[in-house]
């Protein structure tokens, strides 16, 4: 899948924004490290779930939820390897867009849902 990068200047996808706490100490670490090694803001990685690496010249998708047994989400440039496909069946969607920072709406139903179920009837329909 080609991903589309929303914000149009990478610069969108370092900003402070309310997930990442950008003063946590090992956030900090970890930036001041990429930064070392990096020649553009291409290089860091945002929410563990899409990254651009120097040279690629493309976003890669990455899944926190692989590499456990008889699950092969190992990240590759070559093949995108998710834990877990779409189901267009069940009403899922892959969208292909990587966003600077997660919905509103989005994010509010995750602050404000109790358990699994209200999550549930509290995600927005479409992003």
């Not at 706490?21 to 090694?37: G, I, K, M, N, Y």
């Not at 456990?68 to 069940?90: C, H, M, N, T, Y």
Request: aromatic content about 8%.
């Amino acid at each position: 899948m080609e991903l589309t990068q929303y914000c149009p200047d990478i610069e969108g996808y370092l900003a402070a924004d309310g997930v990442i706490d950008h003063d946590h100490p090992q956030v900090r670490e970890t930036a001041t490290r990429l930064a070392l090694d990096a020649d553009a803001a291409y290089s860091y990685a945002r929410a563990a779930f899409a990254l651009r690496l120097p040279g690629a010249g493309r976003w890669a998708r990455v899944d926190p939820r692989g590499n456990k047994p008889g699950i092969d989400a190992q990240f590759s440039l070559e093949e995108e390897r998710l834990a877990w496909v779409v189901r267009e069946e069940f009403n899922e969607i892959d969208y292909p867009v990587i966003c600077a920072a997660p919905p509103e709406g989005l994010l509010q139903a995750l602050k404000s849902s109790r358990d699994r179920s209200e999550l549930w009837r509290n995600l927005p329909t479409s992003l």
